[in-house]
């Protein structure tokens, strides 16, 4: 008895160990085992309140607000992610089609430029640029690709 209790001990402090070395990662059991890359990738991007992230990820329109107008036209509403962060996207319609379809509910699914701010952050450049200076994004809507 004493031997299998010394053995159960050692098997204890051994995962420990391997769990302190990094060795052995674990997640845990929560939503984050639904939540995909682009989220994950979000996430760290605001926590870190890093910018000039490029990303593709996919959401639920929570609002749509009314148009930028001040320079560049840009379509403007807030998804939220798997995760529950909520973004901003500022869709320029000077330069891409507006999603005249879009309402709260719809799943969009995006690719584009993250830059933090404190609310969640924005997601931008989710058209082709012209100037070829960004990668061109896109928005999907409803099976149609808008860029």
Request: proline share 2%; hydrophobic share 40%; charged share 25%.
């Amino acid at each position: 008895m004493k031997k299998l209790a010394l053995v159960a001990t050692v098997l204890i402090a051994a995962t420990f160990g391997l769990l302190e070395s990094g060795l052995i990662v674990t997640r845990p059991a929560s939503r984050s085992d639904s939540v995909s890359a682009g989220d994950e990738t979000l996430a760290k991007a605001f926590a870190n309140r890093r910018s000039s992230v490029q990303v593709e990820d996919k959401g639920i329109v929570a609002a749509v607000l009314a148009d930028d107008n001040d320079g560049s036209r840009h379509q403007r509403f807030i998804i939220e992610l798997e995760s529950g962060q909520t973004l901003l996207i500022a869709h320029n319609i000077d330069l891409a089609d507006r999603i005249n379809a879009l309402k709260k509910g719809d799943r969009v699914e995006f690719y584009g430029e993250y830059e933090w701010n404190p609310r969640g952050g924005v997601i931008h450049w989710t058209y082709h640029d012209p100037a070829g200076g960004h990668l061109s994004g896109w928005i999907k809507h409803d099976g149609r690709i808008y860029h």
